[in-house]
């Protein structure tokens, strides 16, 4: 449906509330995570696909349709902690980090990105970086793009009525396109 450009973002998530509503044990939330996107590797990878671990299994069973590109869908991993940059170097295929104070919090997260790398033997160029910031400036745009970051997203609330959405998204075009490269 998408063509092949269709990324997945997971998170572990933080919420234990969340976790005790759906009768989920909230300890081992990253460790089936984890699973769960090997498991997911799998279906989307093998014409026939069996799966046998701790949270899910399955055995021969059929999966369509497939991803077009190259039979797997990129994952991209949210979090700012260490334990989310150990996440992002160990199964996925990008970081995505929200909510972050500035270029400068950037750089310390994707410092640790690099040195997690370099202890993996991963290449960092191999993963897509994402963040969003809590007050993006126009001026953060090209301190980004040298730290290797890919992609600056916008958070913001949008209007009340939905009669001032066209106006509100013009508003964001304008202020935002002529920062950008071209």
Request: charge should be negative; charged fraction near 30%; proline fraction near 5%.
């Amino acid at each position: 449906m998408s063509g092949g450009r269709l990324t997945l973002g997971v998170g572990v998530g933080w919420s234990k509330e969340e976790f005790d509503a759906l009768g989920v044990p909230f300890e081992h939330r990253a460790a089936r995570t984890a699973e769960y996107v090997a498991a997911m590797r799998t279906v989307w990878r093998d014409e026939i696909a069996s799966f046998d671990g701790k949270f899910v299994g399955f055995d021969s069973i059929l999966v369509n349709p497939k991803p077009i590109r190259d039979r797997r869908i990129p994952i991209v991993v949210g979090g700012n902690s260490d334990r989310a940059m150990q996440r992002v170097v160990a199964w996925g295929d990008g970081w995505y980090g929200f909510n972050l104070d500035g270029v400068d919090a950037v750089r310390d997260r994707v410092g640790k990105l690099d040195q997690l790398c370099v202890e993996a033997g991963r290449d960092r160029a191999e993963l897509r970086l994402s963040v969003a910031l809590r007050s993006p400036e126009a001026r953060d745009v090209g301190k980004l793009a040298e730290l290797g970051v890919d992609e600056l997203v916008l958070v913001e609330s949008p209007p009340d009525r939905p009669d001032d959405a066209a106006k509100w998204v013009a508003e964001l075009a304008e202020r935002w396109l002529k920062v950008l490269p071209q």
